[in-house]
Structure formats: C-alpha cells, structure tokens
C-alpha cells in the first residue's frame, strides 16, 4: 500500500480514478478529478468499509459496502447511509509527485447538500415541513433539510419513544451483541423539532395532523414516513408473553433479555428478519430452530440456488430448518406443527413479513394500492400523494421505479433513506424525479448480500462465479429484462451496476398511479 507521505508519481494516477494508501498509518484515497489531485480519509464514515475498494461516480466516491455516496470535492456524505463527512488531507505536487502533505484537517463541515444534485439553501418555499415517522426515511429527510438550511420549521413525529437509530443492527450487530444500544443511534442528532406520540388523523383540507393527545400540528407539506408493522400469527398461544416480533430497538431489546435465561428458540417464518435472527441468536450460543412453509428459504426473492446456499450458510452453523411446515399452536414452552412434530422452544420470534402502515393515509382519502398489488401508499415520480404538498416514502410508497419499468414498494433501509434525501432536496428547489434503484443488504453470519433492483417473479438468470462458494453474482430476469442484480463475496459489481441503472432511461412510460406491478 502506498505512502502518500513519501508521494507518488502524478502518472500513476489517471484523470477521474482513485488509489488507496495512507498516510501517517491512517488509511487514506488519493484521488484526481478535474486535473486535480484531493485526498480523503480512506474508511467510510457509515461503518468504516474500505473506500479505496469502492468506485468513482460522477464526482462522488461511492462505499462497496452499503452504498454511502461522498463529494468527491467535499468530502461531504451525499447519500445514506452515512450522514458524517470524510476528512480531508491536504496534498501538493512537486517535481511530478503528488504527496499527502499535511496532517488531517478538521472534518469538513457540511454546509449543504447542494453537491451534485442542487439545492439553494434557504430557498425552499416549503415552510413548515410535518414529518410522520422517524425511521429510515423520515430521519434521513429531517437530517438533510437541517443540513441544507431549510428556511421553515420542521417537526418530526413518532410513536417511537427511542431517539432515532438504525433499525438493521436490531436484527444483526446489536442483537449479537456486537454494538451498543447508543452506538445504534443515528448520528448526527437532528436539529428538527421531535414529538413523540403517534399521529392519529390527517386533515387534508386544513392541513394539519392530529396527534393522539389531541395536539393539532399544521404543515405546509407532510411527509408520511410510517413504515410497516410486523405481521402476527393468529394461531393459538401466540399471543403468549413469549411470542416476540422484531421491528424497533426496544424489541431487539426483549429478544436480548430473552436469550439471556433461554436455551432454545423458534423462528416462525424463514423471512430476511427471520433468518437474520436466527443467525444472531445462533451466535449468543443458543438452540435456534427455523419452522417456515416454504422448501428453499428466500426462494422468491433470490432463486433457489441461492436460497439453499443460504439455508448451507445456517446449517453449518448449527441452525436446524423444518421446511414445509405451519406451526398449528403454542403452549408456551412447545410448538406443535401442521404434522403433529412438535419443537421445544423457550421464546418465539415471528418473521412473517411486514404490513406497510398506510392506515392514516387511507383514512385521509390518499390513494392507496389494494393488498392484492402489495399495498401501499401511491405516489407520483416525485412521490407526491393524490393530495397535493403530501408525500409518502420508504416502506409504505408505492411509487413508478425507472428500472422495474412498473409502480412498486419495497422494504429497504436505504431506499428509504434516500428517498428522504431526494424530497429533501426537492423540497428545497431540486425538479426532476426519483430515479435510484432499490438497494438493500443482508446478513447470515459472515455471508453477506447486496442487492440492487427489483424483481417481482424471476424469469430467469445469468449467474457469473460460483454459488456454492458464496462468491457469485447475478442478474434476474423479470418482464422480459435484467431488473435486479445480487452480488456475494463482490462488492464493485453491485456499485456499477446501482451507477448504470439509475442513469437508465425509462423502459417504458410507467404509470403514474394505480396500476398493478
Ligand atoms: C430488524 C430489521 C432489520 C432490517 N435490516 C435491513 C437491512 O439489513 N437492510 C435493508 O435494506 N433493510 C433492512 N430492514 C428494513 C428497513 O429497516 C426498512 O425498510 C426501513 O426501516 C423502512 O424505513 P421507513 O422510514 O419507511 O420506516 P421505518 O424505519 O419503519 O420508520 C417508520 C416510523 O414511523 C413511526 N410511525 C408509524 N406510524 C406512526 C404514527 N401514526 N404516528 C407516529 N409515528 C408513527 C414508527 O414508530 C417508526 O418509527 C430491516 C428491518 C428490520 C425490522
Ligand atoms: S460502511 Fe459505507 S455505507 Fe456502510
């Protein structure tokens, strides 16, 4: 690895790539853009991925682990998941080298967000921004509106007593043990107004919310940011003290107290969540059994290939699998499944997918997508409601994606971030539409998946490497094109391939509202 401290030659590095070194032991990118030559702090500031592995794109430098997106001319953090900038070295060319010259300078301090995708700070004219929900989306909106010196008020609702925080170590790192409950909150705090209760009604013509204490809260625009609730088992014993779900900090929080003085427990549903948690609760050493009805875990989603290497991953592990099987009841210490099998279990968690909370947009008169077409709030391609100045994002937007070619919702912690982030900037004088592909990540002990676009019924693959060996990637075939892409054990494929889709034109003229995908 270079030493920038000793220089490099300027032929070495071409216009527009990067190369990672350090400087004074720290890990640092070199990088020339425009015939200039910048460095940054080499760790991604989301959770320290090696940014020297990631890739240049369109002035911003992009992390191969979970798709952070950095100015290359700022070192600001120009899309979630990281909120934090990089830090800036200094650098200087002499006699046809350029070296690192100096010791880091203080973290640039983020004054916009006006880096690529424009934004006047101050401009905006959307007053009082009311945000219900302060999950993914809904923070990732305040935050950048706080950023971006949004000149009105914004008020951040949530009937989620926790400080925001990140909802994707509930089920991994800080259900392992791995992180603390205060590392799990979202950094920087905000500088919006945060109310905690839950919002109860939306007046659309007076445009305000009404709050379950009875508070009535005006906005000039209002983003819907809810997210979804995990679906229950209607089934008997399973409303039993020991039947846990697993959305928020606070049910990470149950499951841990309940491993503690637990030796077996049951997994009902062989979900992402589900699966994850099996794997975390694996590693804090106990039995851990998944009951699910399918025959290949995650099959739909990812084909069964890869749904049986990610059932091998679990195996290996010591988690045991009764596929094609329902639970039939609980009694509180035993399940017994749709073949009279029974599983011995201290605790439950269920993984049976999530609904999308669209109850206070549907009593508002918003259209929404029946449960048939996968529900959900519908938007237009800037994600505006059927009410005018009202949004919806993340979990519960149904909204026209440019690659799918089709209205679609999806459940992703950085989709919804960055959905929050594009109103944000749209709110704030920024045209155009909404044009980033899904992305999400998983986690099965050390196997790792990304995953870029949207299939709704794979149609076919094109696999490159090899499966078995959990170093592949591959493209899905869906309505007659390749519209999602997974990657494991690579990381630069994914990232090249999020560039190129959400530089695609439009497949086809989708629909604004209201069609079936
Ligand atoms: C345990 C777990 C792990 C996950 N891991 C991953 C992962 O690794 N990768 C990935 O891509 N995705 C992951 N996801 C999915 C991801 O977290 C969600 O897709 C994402 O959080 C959705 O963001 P959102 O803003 O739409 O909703 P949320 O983050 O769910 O936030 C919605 C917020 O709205 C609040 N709210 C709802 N209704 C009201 C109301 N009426 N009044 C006031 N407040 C209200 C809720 O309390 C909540 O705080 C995971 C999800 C879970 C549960
Ligand atoms: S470590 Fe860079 S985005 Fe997560």
């Given at each position: 690895m270079s030493d920038f401290a000793l220089g490099v030659a300027v032929e070495e590095l071409e216009e527009g790539q990067m190369l990672a070194g350090e400087f004074a032991g720290e890990p640092v990118v070199l990088i020339r853009q425009n015939g200039r030559f910048c460095a940054w702090?080499?760790?991604?500031?989301?959770?320290?991925?090696?940014?020297?592995e990631g890739l240049l794109v369109d002035g911003q430098l992009r992390c191969p682990w979970h798709h952070a997106r950095f100015s290359?001319?700022?070192?600001?953090?120009?899309?979630?998941?990281?909120?934090q900038p990089l830090t800036r070295y200094m650098t200087a060319v002499t006699d046809g080298r350029v070296f690192v010259a100096a010791a880091p300078t203080l973290k640039v301090q983020p004054?916009?967000?006006?880096?690529?995708?424009p934004v006047a700070a101050?401009?905006?004219?959307?007053g009082r921004v009311v945000i219900i929900g302060a999950g993914a989306g809904g923070y990732a909106c305040a935050e950048l509106l706080g950023r971006a010196g949004h000149a009105g008020t914004v008020t951040l609702i949530s009937d989620?007593?926790?400080?925001?925080?990140?909802?994707?170590?509930?089920?991994k790192q800080y259900l392992i043990g791995m992180t603390s409950r205060e590392a799990s909150l979202m950094s920087p705090a905000l500088a919006a107004e945060r109310r905690t209760g839950r919002?109860?009604?939306?007046d659309v013509g007076d445009r305000s919310v009404r709050l379950k204490n009875g508070e009535r809260v005006p906005f000039d625009v209002l983003v819907l940011a809810t997210g979804g609730d995990p679906v229950r088992a209607d089934l008997p014993?399973?409303?039993?003290?020991?039947v846990h779900v697993l959305r928020t900090l606070a049910d990470a929080d149950a499951l841990i107290a309940a491993a503690g003085t637990a030796r077996r427990v049951a997994i009902v549903g062989a979900s992402f969540i589900g699966l994850e948690a099996a794997a975390s609760l694996k590693q804090r050493k106990l039995d851990v059994h998944v009951i699910a009805?399918?025959?290949?875990?995650l099959k739909k989603v990812l084909g069964a290939e890869v749904g049986r290497m990610i059932r091998m991953v679990h195996e290996e592990q010591g988690v045991v699998f009764h596929l094609g099987r329902r639970c039939k009841s609980f009694d509180g210490s035993r399940l017994t499944l749709d073949d009279e099998s029974t599983v011995e279990a201290d605790f439950v968690v269920l993984g049976l997918g999530v609904r999308p909370r669209t109850e206070l947009a549907a009593a508002a008169g918003l259209e929404c997508a029946p449960t048939s077409q996968g529900g959900g709030v519908v938007v237009n391609g800037r994600l505006?409601?059927?009410?005018?100045?009202i949004f919806a994002i993340g979990d519960i937007a149904r909204y026209p994606d440019v690659h799918a070619g089709q209205p679609i919702r999806v459940e992703h912690w950085v989709h919804a971030q960055r959905q929050g982030q594009y109103l944000a900037r749209a709110l704030l004088g920024k045209a155009g539409e909404y044009r980033d592909p899904p992305f999400f990540w998983s986690a099965h002990f050390d196997t790792g998946l990304k995953y870029v676009g949207h299939v709704g019924s794979i149609e076919g693959t094109r696999v490159e490497g090899e499966i078995a060996k959990r170093e592949f990637t591959i493209g899905y075939m869906g309505k007659g094109e390749e519209r999602a892409f997974v990657t494991c054990g690579r990381d630069l494929p994914a990232l090249t391939v999020e560039a190129e889709w959400e530089g695609a034109d439009p497949i086809e003229a989708a629909p604004v509202r209201g069609t079936a995908g």
């Amino acid at each position: 690895m270079s030493d920038f401290a000793l220089g490099v030659a300027v032929e070495e590095l071409e216009e527009g790539q990067m190369l990672a070194g350090e400087f004074a032991g720290e890990p640092v990118v070199l990088i020339r853009q425009n015939g200039r030559f910048c460095a940054w702090s080499g760790n991604c500031t989301h959770l320290g991925a090696p940014l020297g592995e990631g890739l240049l794109v369109d002035g911003q430098l992009r992390c191969p682990w979970h798709h952070a997106r950095f100015s290359v001319s700022s070192g600001e953090a120009v899309g979630a998941p990281a909120f934090q900038p990089l830090t800036r070295y200094m650098t200087a060319v002499t006699d046809g080298r350029v070296f690192v010259a100096a010791a880091p300078t203080l973290k640039v301090q983020p004054v916009s967000a006006k880096h690529e995708r424009p934004v006047a700070a101050g401009s905006g004219q959307a007053g009082r921004v009311v945000i219900i929900g302060a999950g993914a989306g809904g923070y990732a909106c305040a935050e950048l509106l706080g950023r971006a010196g949004h000149a009105g008020t914004v008020t951040l609702i949530s009937d989620d007593p926790d400080p925001p925080y990140d909802r994707t170590v509930c089920s991994k790192q800080y259900l392992i043990g791995m992180t603390s409950r205060e590392a799990s909150l979202m950094s920087p705090a905000l500088a919006a107004e945060r109310r905690t209760g839950r919002a109860v009604a939306i007046d659309v013509g007076d445009r305000s919310v009404r709050l379950k204490n009875g508070e009535r809260v005006p906005f000039d625009v209002l983003v819907l940011a809810t997210g979804g609730d995990p679906v229950r088992a209607d089934l008997p014993g399973f409303d039993g003290p020991n039947v846990h779900v697993l959305r928020t900090l606070a049910d990470a929080d149950a499951l841990i107290a309940a491993a503690g003085t637990a030796r077996r427990v049951a997994i009902v549903g062989a979900s992402f969540i589900g699966l994850e948690a099996a794997a975390s609760l694996k590693q804090r050493k106990l039995d851990v059994h998944v009951i699910a009805p399918d025959d290949v875990p995650l099959k739909k989603v990812l084909g069964a290939e890869v749904g049986r290497m990610i059932r091998m991953v679990h195996e290996e592990q010591g988690v045991v699998f009764h596929l094609g099987r329902r639970c039939k009841s609980f009694d509180g210490s035993r399940l017994t499944l749709d073949d009279e099998s029974t599983v011995e279990a201290d605790f439950v968690v269920l993984g049976l997918g999530v609904r999308p909370r669209t109850e206070l947009a549907a009593a508002a008169g918003l259209e929404c997508a029946p449960t048939s077409q996968g529900g959900g709030v519908v938007v237009n391609g800037r994600l505006e409601t059927s009410a005018a100045g009202i949004f919806a994002i993340g979990d519960i937007a149904r909204y026209p994606d440019v690659h799918a070619g089709q209205p679609i919702r999806v459940e992703h912690w950085v989709h919804a971030q960055r959905q929050g982030q594009y109103l944000a900037r749209a709110l704030l004088g920024k045209a155009g539409e909404y044009r980033d592909p899904p992305f999400f990540w998983s986690a099965h002990f050390d196997t790792g998946l990304k995953y870029v676009g949207h299939v709704g019924s794979i149609e076919g693959t094109r696999v490159e490497g090899e499966i078995a060996k959990r170093e592949f990637t591959i493209g899905y075939m869906g309505k007659g094109e390749e519209r999602a892409f997974v990657t494991c054990g690579r990381d630069l494929p994914a990232l090249t391939v999020e560039a190129e889709w959400e530089g695609a034109d439009p497949i086809e003229a989708a629909p604004v509202r209201g069609t079936a995908g």
